[in-house]
């Protein structure tokens, strides 16, 4: 069955960095884009980041373009989420989820269960 | 940027039926996806396409879309359907969610 698991959260002073990961598992990783989407503690979901099945296209929220990179291995069937110059608005559980196109963007059909980023000093 | 407005609150008696509505420019022209999220757990995906359901997803689950507004409805309410509901879009270049929507079985 389709697994993504997240890693990498933590608490983490403002304006430092973090790296979250998603390993994925069931499924033939490399073959469908992945996308990151967070959400802020008590608020609605927000799409942070995509990237295509071959790592060729990415996609940032203007909120985090600039400071957060999308990236995967697909030799390790691993998704990441570089996050640099973190802000407090930043905190949030992070959630990797699966897209169900193989080509371009759709929709959501697995998501992970979420990895806790609290950004305080 | 897109935006999706979802009304923020939607109640609904014990085996009724409820509408919970996303409204976008012309977003009867995109995709829309809706995802339920319980308190504690992960989002899980009711509706894609519009009027498609996942597998495991309840018939009393529906959706349109058209001009303005997309619809999820749910028929015949169980305390179970008891959540919060996002609506969601691939905007060219950039995901879209909704508000959300939280929905109360009386």
């Known amino acids: 069955q389709v697994q993504l698991v997240e890693s990498g959260g933590g608490v983490v002073q403002p304006g430092r960095s973090l790296r979250l990961s998603c390993a994925a598992s069931?499924?033939?990783?490399?073959?469908?884009?992945m996308h990151w989407v967070r959400q802020a503690p008590g608020k609605g979901l927000e799409w942070v980041a995509a990237?295509?099945?071959?790592?060729?296209?990415?996609y940032y929220a203007d909120s985090v373009k600039g400071r957060f990179t999308i990236s995967r291995d697909n030799s390790k069937n691993t998704l990441y989420l570089q996050m640099n110059s973190l802000r407090p608005d930043d905190a949030a559980v992070y959630y990797c989820?699966?897209?169900?196109?193989?080509?371009?963007?759709?929709?959501?059909?697995?998501w992970g269960q979420g990895t806790l980023v609290t950004v305080s000093s | 940027s897109y935006d999706l407005t979802q009304p923020v609150s939607v109640s609904v008696a014990l085996g009724q039926t409820a509408r919970i509505t996303c409204e976008g420019y012309?977003?009867?022209?995109?995709?829309v996806h809706w995802n339920q999220q319980k308190p504690g757990q992960a989002p899980v995906l009711v509706m894609y396409?519009?009027?498609r359901r996942p597998s495991g997803i309840p018939e009393r689950f529906s959706g349109s879309n058209s001009g303005n507004t997309a619809t999820l409805t749910i028929s015949r309410a169980q305390a179970g359907d008891e959540a919060d509901y996002y609506c969601?879009?691939?905007?060219?270049?950039?995901?879209?969610f909704g508000g959300g929507t939280r929905l109360t079985v009386l």
């Open positions: 989820a699966r897209d169900a196109a193989h080509s371009g963007f759709d929709w959501l059909d697995f």
């Open positions: 396409n519009d009027y």
């Open positions: 012309d977003i009867g022209r995109k995709n």
């Open positions: 969601h879009v691939w905007d060219s270049v950039s995901g879209v």
């Open positions: 990237i295509s099945f071959d790592g060729g296209n990415k």
């Open positions: 069931g499924f033939t990783f490399s073959t469908f884009a």
